[in-house]
């Protein structure tokens, strides 16, 4: 316990049991380690990769045997999409024990290894195992950030010798070479039509500022990945434009681009296959650059090559500040988002798990008050209330809106209550529009032509709609259910003017149903026959 928080590892997110016990024990023994109880494991990683994210360091999972890692892995997944780093400490039978296959025995060191690629260990004695704790957090901190698994038998926690250890210094971050600068460096002067890519820690202010000096000075284009880890957004802040998830929407941002400059990114692909359709979305006659990767300084580079470029004193354009209206009449997801916009205090982290209902959350918190936005990196749904636990933990100073689709509010609804034991500031917006809404989409885009009632079936939530208003009540936390612009706008000011954690339902009409949603893949099939400007149009009404 001692090893971990002299490392920075402070909060652990826990689901125990018995093979955890002198874990938990222990807890007592550490006035510097936070615990914080989730009632299921896919709370606890979320919550933890959420933490990371703000806090930029690890905090630690505490699992029960391979069932409970089993339980957390699609929210590790995630994390390790994002390159989020994540100490799992998994308990396991004491090692005297495993030969006798109990009912919980289980190969954890398989299951981890698909969200833990670059460490998994199991502790074989008391003596090493702070070093084994070292080695997995040297590991998860590291560039890029990686979710580590430890794996703790019974008899290794039980016994005596254990000795603290300390954690060696971070090397820093290397920087590109000049050769690669000097490259991409040419091809900009060329005069042809570049852009950057910016993921990961790219989308920070300072790699911001840099980058977007290098666009006022010499035109460069700037996208952002389509699901960012955490991207800083809002007044003062460069202006950057995400890659479409439809892959025919990105394809048109794509089209005329010639370098396209990775920044801890990788080129685009689309998120699935689709019959007749590309899955590498970068034009044949692009040219791909890395000008930094994941193991590098993002800023530092871009800095360098802003030199090369003699961009270093230019000005940047800035976001504006800006609100929309509050919203009136009856609501849809897009006068939800409209309402955030509104209202969306200073300093703010904005949880985005909304899927097809955020389609104008971008446009609509663009000019806000400074904020960082955090989203489903790895697709995986039911992070975005786990990830609101974490950040609000991480950040108890700073409001925290997290914005839900009602078929992912139901992945991980457990969240509320640790919501509610904590007292977090967290304010959840669960769209319901009682239906899997992008999976419907996404029928017709594999080619369905006729959807039977019993295929309808497996894509709505109706009969019985859910009433997330009351199983926020259930869970302790204050719950309403709204329908028109002036009731949300009441419930955001009671819930931002009062601490503690407060969810509001908003029943919403689907955002792409009825003629969108049978018009939207014929759209999508003509864009390419189309001319640029006017599919550029389009895809900005579709999804700006």
């Not at 002299?6 to 006035?31: I, K, R, Y």
């Not at 195992?129 to 979710?147: E, S």
């Not at 080619?447 to 019993?454: F, L, R």
Request: proline letters at 7%; aromatic letters at 4%; a neutral charge.
């Amino acid at each position: 316990m001692k090893t971990l928080v002299d490392a920075g590892v402070e909060v652990c997110f826990s689901n125990p049991g018995t093979s955890e016990m002198h874990f938990v024990a222990a807890l007592d023994s550490e006035p510097k380690m936070k615990a914080v109880l989730a009632l299921f494991e896919g709370v606890a990683t979320g919550a933890a990769d959420g933490y990371a994210r703000m806090a930029d360091k690890p905090a630690a999972t505490l699992l029960h045997l391979g069932c409970g890692l089993g339980n957390g892995l699609a929210n590790l997944h995630n994390a390790r999409k994002g390159k989020v780093p994540v100490i799992n400490i998994v308990g396991d039978h004491a090692t005297h024990h495993v030969k006798y296959d109990a009912q919980l025995q289980s190969d954890i060191e398989t299951i981890a290894r698909n969200v833990s690629p670059g460490f998994v260990r199991t502790s074989q004695t008391t003596e090493a195992l702070c070093k084994d704790a070292i080695d997995a957090i040297t590991v998860a901190r590291g560039l890029p950030g990686q979710v580590a698994t430890l794996i703790l038998p019974a008899d290794v926690s039980w016994g005596e010798g254990a000795e603290p250890c300390s954690l060696p210094p971070k090397p820093p971050a290397p920087v590109a070479d000049d050769a690669v600068v000097e490259e991409i460096a040419a091809a900009i002067r060329a005069g042809k039509k570049s852009a950057f890519l910016l993921g990961g820690r790219a989308l920070r202010e300072p790699s911001l500022l840099a980058a977007a000096k290098i666009t006022a000075n010499n035109g460069v284009k700037m996208f952002a990945e389509t699901f960012p880890v955490r991207i800083e957004r809002g007044a003062g802040i460069p202006p950057v434009e995400r890659i479409a998830y439809l892959a025919e929407l990105a394809s048109i941002q794509l089209a005329d681009i010639d370098n396209l400059i990775l920044l801890d990114s990788k080129a685009p692909v689309s998120f699935f296959a689709y019959p007749g359709k590309k899955s590498y979305l970068v034009p044949d006659s692009c040219t791909v650059h890395t000008l930094a990767n994941e193991e590098q300084d993002t800023t530092a580079s871009l800095n360098k090559l802003a030199e090369a470029l003699g961009a270093t004193q230019a000005t940047p354009a800035l976001q504006k500040p800006k609100r929309p209206d509050s919203p009136s009449g009856k609501l849809t997801a897009d006068k939800v988002c409209k309402a955030v916009g509104h209202y969306l205090p200073e300093d703010a982290i904005i949880v985005d798990e909304a899927i097809t209902s955020g389609l104008m959350l971008n446009v609509m918190t663009e000019g806000a008050p400074r904020h960082d936005m955090l989203t489903l990196t790895g697709g995986a749904i039911g992070q975005g209330l786990p990830n609101a636990v974490g950040a609000a933990i991480a950040c108890p100073d700073r409001p925290v809106l997290a914005l839900i689709g009602d078929g992912t509010a139901m992945y991980t609804n457990q969240a509320l209550w640790t919501m509610a034991r904590e007292g977090l500031n967290v304010t959840s917006i669960i769209f319901n529009n009682a239906s899997y809404s992008v999976l419907n989409i996404e029928l017709e885009r594999v080619g369905v032509d006729n959807v039977g009632e019993k295929a309808k079936s497996q894509l709505d939530l109706k009969g019985p709609v859910l009433n997330f208003s009351q199983i926020a009540q259930g869970m302790g936390v204050h719950g309403v259910r709204v329908s028109t612009g002036e009731e949300l706008s009441k419930a955001l000011e009671y819930a931002l003017s009062h601490s503690g954690p407060h969810l509001i339902e908003v029943m919403v009409p689907e955002s792409l149903s009825g003629v969108k949603r049978k018009v939207l893949p014929w759209l999508l099939k003509s864009l390419p026959k189309l001319p640029l400007p006017l599919t550029r149009s389009l895809k900005k009404k579709i999804a700006p």
